[in-house]
């Protein structure tokens, strides 16, 4: 079992910039990607980023493509998703998550074993 705990969230205003965090509880597969997603109130599951743990190799949704940047520590299990030129839009839970069994980037949330609890961004207009 693997707990992923979250940090970072909060209340910016339009422009602002958050850093998130998710500390891993053990040491991270070589296989394993985590990423980034999010969920507004009465919206699905949001893909935001991800990163594969041993290549560095990213991958972001078009919405954040140039704004948000996922990074990783692989001394600290723990992976960073900075998030610069925040937007209203922007507002939701973030949630971290975990994949050890695909050996590819994938944007699906049921492919992913691990969450973390959520972190609330919201951002003010």
């Known amino acids: 079992q693997v707990q992923l705990l979250e940090s970072g969230g909060g209340l910016v205003q339009a422009g602002d910039s958050l850093r998130l965090s998710c500390a891993a509880s053990?040491?991270?597969?070589?296989?394993?990607?985590m990423a980034w997603f999010r969920q507004a109130p009465g919206n699905e599951r949001e893909f935001v980023a991800a990163?594969?743990?041993?290549?560095?190799?990213?991958y972001y949704a078009d919405s954040v493509k140039d704004r948000f940047t996922i990074s990783r520590d692989t001394a600290e299990n723990t992976v960073y998703l900075q998030m610069n030129s925040l937007q209203p839009e922007d507002t939701a839970v973030y949630y971290c998550?975990?994949?050890?069994?695909?050996?590819?980037?994938?944007?699906?949330?049921?492919?992913?074993?691990?969450w973390g609890q959520g972190t609330q961004v919201t951002v003010s207009s």
């Open positions: 990163i594969r743990w041993n290549t560095g190799s990213t």
């Open positions: 998550a975990l994949d050890l069994l695909n050996w590819r980037i994938s944007p699906r949330p049921d492919e992913y074993e691990y």
């Open positions: 053990r040491r991270t597969s070589n296989t394993a990607t």
